[in-house]
């Protein structure tokens, strides 16, 4: 065989094998690498992974309130209850409310213990100094000693008592001998009164001497003054 001729033999061949290599495979065929699969792979989850706590709802439900309902105003605050004396109502007492007796204390001095007490169903005030005028002589007792004022005076409930010294004085030969004495309270009003009376046989009014304490809440005090 010629050299040319076996050179194209030698070319045939080679042709016919790179033909062969380069062709299309069959899922692998002629010996290629097996294709990928479509289908991902499924994650695993590590076993000892920590699993988180489930967040525990709320008890309370929230309250909804209904679209369009009226809304209650809230309820208007109470004004303060202003303090109150409790004595504001309690009236000056007058000869309507108590009952009179006189007791011969001293008869040197003629000195006699006054007494009221509250004969009413509701609480009065003692002020200052008994009004005493003397049987039929003009004029009245002269005050001895201070008084308290209104706001601090005498408070005599229901059955309460209050006292007073009245003083006719010293045998002088000045004076007037009477058999009775009447009394009215000072009420700091024009409050027209019944005048109570009381005996006192033998007492000796002088002019210059007389006088009676104001109103006070035991006999010894009004005594002592």
């Known amino acids: 065989m010629s050299t040319v001729r076996r050179s194209a033999v030698v070319l045939v061949a080679l042709s016919a094998l790179a033909l062969t290599a380069c062709g299309p495979g069959e899922d692998g065929a002629a010996g290629g690498p097996e294709a990928p699969s479509a289908t991902p792979s499924k994650s695993v989850t590590p076993t000892d992974a920590p699993t988180a706590a489930p967040t525990k709802a709320p008890t309370t439900a929230p309250t909804k309130t209904p679209t369009g309902a009226p809304t209650k105003p809230p309820a208007p605050s109470k004004p303060a209850t202003p303090s109150v004396d409790p004595d504001y109502d309690v009236f000056p007492c007058s000869t309507f409310d108590v009952t009179f007796t006189a007791t011969l204390a001293e008869p040197t001095t003629s000195?006699?213990?006054?007494?009221?007490?509250?004969?009413?169903?509701?609480?009065?005030?003692?002020?200052?100094?008994?009004?005493?005028?003397?049987?039929?002589?003009?004029?009245?007792?002269?005050?001895?000693?201070?008084?308290?004022?209104?706001?601090?005076?005498?408070?005599?409930?229901?059955?309460?008592?209050?006292?007073?010294?009245?003083?006719?004085?010293?045998?002088?030969?000045?004076?007037?001998?009477?058999?009775?004495?009447?009394?009215?309270?000072?009420?700091?009003?024009?409050?027209?009164?019944?005048?109570?009376?009381?005996?006192?046989?033998?007492?000796?009014?002088?002019?210059?001497?007389?006088?009676?304490?104001?109103?006070?809440?035991?006999?010894?005090d009004a005594l002592s003054l």
């Not at 210059?208 to 104001?214: E, L």
Request: proline residues 7%; hydrophobic residues 35%; neutral net charge.
């Open 111 to 220: 000195s006699y213990l006054l007494k009221i007490t509250n004969k009413g169903s509701k609480p009065c005030r003692a002020l200052g100094h008994p009004i005493v005028t003397f049987g039929v002589l003009d004029g009245h007792a002269v005050e001895r000693g201070p008084a308290p004022g209104i706001e601090d005076a005498i408070r005599l409930a229901p059955g309460q008592s209050a006292y007073a010294g009245l003083m006719g004085g010293l045998k002088d030969g000045k004076g007037t001998t009477v058999d009775s004495i009447a009394m009215t309270m000072s009420t700091d009003s024009d409050l027209e009164q019944k005048p109570l009376k009381v005996s006192t046989p033998g007492l000796y009014v002088s002019p210059d001497k007389n006088s009676v304490t104001a109103w006070m809440t035991n006999a010894e």
